[in-house]
């Protein structure tokens, strides 16, 4: 089945303590993209990847960082997590052209 | 002021109404414009796809786009109780090609069986 895997599902830490959300696609892709959902503000991008080794930033790419070594996986890393980065994440893929986006079912954050 | 601009809802129609949806955006590079669909818990899923002006339908659900007037919007006619989720706008200009996309913020639908 095609699909976009996020791990873990619900995340509780505290500030500080560095974390990764690990995603992964078997659809082959080429690009892959982080967003995070927050009440009222909706869907914001992160960071978004074109291929192996070519990131860039979204439009709200502060205090996260991401690596594309390999095409199937696209970690989130949250170096020194803070309150404000509380929220549900969403890692999506899609293929090339105006393919759509498929997205994964989320990680919900909790900073304390 | 946001991008695209989304009531947030709830709207609450009975099952085989009409359920019109809309989002107003401010920038007018955008010419590729999306619908997705997410339910509880779960990741959005796209629904329709459109560029630039004009109508198009899907089944039950019809999507159009109005530049001039930087609104678009979508209908689902014959509600059903599973239409009940958030509905997302996103659109992004061509040079994005869907690469950076924008979302509204979502308006919650509830069909009442």
């Known amino acids: 089945e095609a699909q976009v895997t996020q791990n873990p599902r619900y995340l509780i830490t505290v500030t500080g303590k560095k974390l990764t959300v690990t995603c992964s696609q078997n659809m082959n892709h080429e690009y892959m993209s982080w967003y995070r959902q927050d009440p009222g503000l909706g869907l914001r991008q992160i960071y978004y990847s074109m291929n192996v080794e070519v990131t860039d930033k979204g439009d709200v790419p502060e205090g996260y960082k991401v690596s594309r070594k390999e095409k199937r996986n696209f970690p989130l890393i949250l170096e020194s997590p803070s309150p404000n980065q509380t929220s549900l994440y969403f890692c999506?893929?899609?293929?090339?052209?105006?393919?759509?986006?498929?997205f994964g079912n989320g990680t919900r954050l909790t900073v304390t | 002021q946001k991008e695209v601009e989304q009531d947030p809802g709830p709207l609450s129609v009975p099952e085989g109404a009409i359920v019109s949806l809309n989002c107003t955006y401010s920038?007018?590079?955008?010419?590729?414009f999306m619908w997705y669909r997410q339910y509880s818990r779960k990741g959005p899923e796209l629904l329709m796809y459109?560029?630039?002006?004009g109508n198009k339908e899907d089944g039950r659900f019809t999507a159009q786009v109005d530049k001039s007037s930087k609104y678009i919007s979508l209908f689902i006619r014959d509600s059903q109780p599973s239409d009940s989720a958030t509905y997302l706008c996103a659109m992004s200009p061509p040079e994005a090609a869907g690469n950076k996309l924008t979302f509204g913020g979502g308006t919650r639908v509830l069909v009442k069986p």
């Open positions: 999506a893929s899609r293929g090339q052209g105006r393919s759509p986006l498929h």
């Open positions: 459109t560029y630039s002006s």
């Open positions: 920038n007018s590079a955008f010419q590729y």
